[in-house]
């Protein structure tokens, strides 16, 4: 089968189209005939092995001279091809999406059962790809927020950001947007009920709940944001230039140490897939309540495209990769 292969860190030249043995469904496993994937900021993190520290922190994701598994990618939609013993409850042909640890930019992908459920039904299969990474992660991060509440989302344009948004306001909370001036109307048609554009307007006001998606503002300047019994989220954030030690994690770290002597609580929650989210998010999406925003698509032999249009900076939302008709 066909796969973007990688074996050392590097950039997106590092990336090439090859053959590889096809997967087999092993037990608990399921086989998929991948029909798209979807781009994440994990993935340059992943081709480049930025930042450095983590490729001594996470095993299963980086090595020391190049990524654990030569074929990434972790969104996936596509078709049922085989399942593995004891996966009863999933049949051939169903249509399903999901989230794998890695493997996804193939023609063929085997995942475990509880990473994948039935695709929405009111998704094509390019937009069901740009959905689990992005949309759990959002749905992680706002699972405090009540209705009601003023959550500032800074960031909001990205690929998680246009999740939180719509999830968000689904929530009923007031939820004010920081993004650049080309985003803003989209910001708004998403739920957002006030846009700050970052590249004029000064960020003001306290809230309730400020997701800080961007990584570019002090821990200082984030917490001055922040109601004294509010919460701040930290998430993301970091893009690559030139190449990194610590990266987005130095924030994060900084937060950590911070939260015994702050007023608003400081979370750095880490989304964990599965089935069960899956789910949730599936129920959101056929209700109307939140709908992935695709940016741009590439055909899998252009995936090295792809990457290299979000490490741009310019990337608003998602970035799908078409695998098969």
């Keep these: 089968?066909?796969?973007?292969?990688?074996?050392?860190?590097?950039?997106?030249?590092m990336l090439a189209v090859a053959d590889v043995e096809r997967?087999?469904?092993g037990a608990g496993q399921v086989l998929v005939r991948v029909r798209a994937a979807s781009v994440n900021a994990r993935d340059w993190h992943l081709m480049r092995g930025d930042p450095?520290?983590?490729?001594?922190m996470d095993r299963s994701l980086f090595r020391?001279?190049?990524?654990?598994?030569?074929?990434?990618?972790?969104?996936?939609?596509?078709?049922?091809?085989?399942?593995?013993?004891?996966?009863?409850?999933?049949?051939?042909?169903?249509e399903v999406f999901g989230e794998a640890v890695s493997g996804a930019f193939a023609e063929y992908l085997a995942v475990p059962r509880d990473l994948l459920d039935r695709k929405p039904r009111n998704l094509s299969f390019a937009e069901a790809a740009a959905v689990p990474l992005a949309a759990n992660t959002a749905l992680t991060l706002?699972?405090?927020?009540?209705?009601?509440?003023?959550?500032?989302?800074?960031?909001?344009?990205?690929?998680?950001?246009?999740?939180?948004?719509?999830?968000?306001?689904?929530?009923?909370?007031?939820?004010?947007?920081?993004?650049s001036t080309r985003n803003v109307e989209a910001a708004r048609s998403l739920g957002a009920e006030h846009?700050?554009?970052?590249t004029r307007d000064t960020v003001t006001g306290r809230y309730d709940t400020v997701v800080d998606l961007?990584?570019?503002?002090?821990?200082?300047?984030?917490?001055?944001?922040?109601?004294?019994?509010?919460t701040l989220v930290l998430s993301g954030g970091g893009n690559y230039d030139g190449g990194s030690v610590f990266g987005p994690i130095g924030l994060f770290a900084r937060g950590q140490l911070a939260r015994p002597f702050v007023k608003p609580t400081i979370r750095v929650p880490l989304a964990q897939q599965s089935a069960a989210a899956l789910t949730e998010l599936?129920?959101?999406?056929?209700?109307?309540?939140?709908?992935?925003?695709?940016?741009?698509?590439?055909?899998?032999?252009?995936?090295?495209?792809?990457?290299d249009y979000m490490e741009s900076h310019h990337a608003r939302a998602k970035i799908v990769i078409t695998v098969a008709e």
């Design 214 to 230: 961007a990584g570019a503002r002090s821990l200082r300047e984030l917490l001055g944001l922040v109601e004294p019994t509010g």
């Design 282 to 307: 599936r129920a959101l999406i056929e209700s109307g309540d939140v709908r992935p925003v695709i940016d741009r698509a590439y055909p899998l032999a252009e995936t090295a495209a792809a990457i």
């Design 52 to 56: 450095k520290i983590a490729r001594w």
């Design 64 to 94: 020391r001279t190049g990524p654990a598994n030569p074929v990434q990618g972790g969104d996936f939609a596509g078709t049922v091809e085989a399942v593995g013993e004891g996966v009863t409850d999933v049949a051939v042909g169903e």
């Design 1 to 13: 089968m066909k796969a973007i292969v990688q074996r050392v860190y590097g950039s997106s030249a």
């Design 142 to 179: 706002l699972r405090s927020v009540d209705a009601g509440q003023r959550v500032l989302i800074i960031g909001a344009s990205g690929g998680v950001g246009t999740f939180a948004v719509q999830i968000a306001h689904a929530r009923g909370a007031e939820v004010t947007a920081v993004c």
């Design 23 to 25: 997967p087999v469904a």
């Design 195 to 198: 846009v700050f554009d970052y």
